[in-house]
């Protein structure tokens, strides 16, 4: 079945370091791919996300981009920030009348001054 | 603005209580989903529905049960609540298009005692 497996947590780090979360997928389809955030005590919001391979999705400083080949979409900021701190879920959907995410077990990220 | 809206934000609630969760969305989805979100943060789908009486039980076995009379509105109920019902529930929606993803409710806090 489809799955997303994405790295533990939790991460932390100092504020304007280098941000990495990796994700990997497997899927029986040709699958679209999420990124959510989850601030505390919220629900999740829509980060970033591709639809097929190669294309890069952004926001808000963020980017990942969708690697069929390494069936990979890890996460990315150049510069994290405080207000960054927050859990992220990595997802994919298939296309179809059944079509349900499928969500990584999600990464806690911490940034501190 | 369109959005979805889940009420009570938190519940404390007694065993044995009826409750019900209430989900509505103006952005005229057929599909919405119920989240249980345990403790280590990891998302369990518990319902979903297709559309107007269409509901279907999720990859968690809940006792809680769902309606959908309305497209805007997707209650969840519980007939007798227990301290094991104690988690986040989150409410979502989302459009039948390739790539679109999900919009998420705030959430509803529930606690038993």
């Known amino acids: 079945g489809d799955s997303v497996t994405q790295m533990e947590g939790p991460v932390t780090l100092s504020e304007e370091a280098f941000l990495t979360i990796n994700c990997t997928y497997t899927a029986t389809g040709y699958p679209s791919l999420f990124w959510y955030v989850q601030y505390p005590g919220e629900g999740l919001q829509l980060l970033l996300k591709?639809?097929?391979?190669?294309d890069k999705g952004s926001n808000k400083g963020f980017e990942a981009t969708y690697r069929k080949e390494t069936t990979s979409f890890h996460l990315e900021k150049g510069s994290v920030q405080v207000s960054d701190s927050a859990v992220y879920f990595c997802?994919?959907?298939?296309?179809?009348?059944?079509?349900?995410?499928?969500f990584g077990t999600g990464t806690r990220l911490q940034v501190m001054l | 603005e369109a959005d979805i809206y889940q009420t009570p934000r938190y519940l404390v609630i007694g065993t044995g209580k009826k409750i019900t969760l209430e989900c509505s969305q103006t952005m005229g989805h057929d599909k919405m989903y119920w989240y249980q979100q345990d403790p280590g943060m990891e998302l369990h789908l518990i319902h979903y529905s297709y559309g107007v009486n269409s509901t279907e039980k999720g990859d968690l076995s809940s006792e809680s049960t769902v309606s959908r009379i309305r497209t805007e509105h997707f209650p969840l109920t519980l007939e007798s609540a227990r301290p094991s019902h104690t988690s986040q529930y989150l409410c979502?929606?989302?459009?039948?298009?390739?790539?679109?993803?999900?919009?998420f409710g705030s959430g509803t806090r529930l606690t038993v005692v």
């Open positions: 979502a929606s989302s459009e039948l298009v390739r790539g679109y993803g999900y919009t």
């Open positions: 997802a994919l959907s298939i296309t179809g009348t059944a079509s349900k995410l499928t």
């Open positions: 591709a639809t097929k391979a190669d």
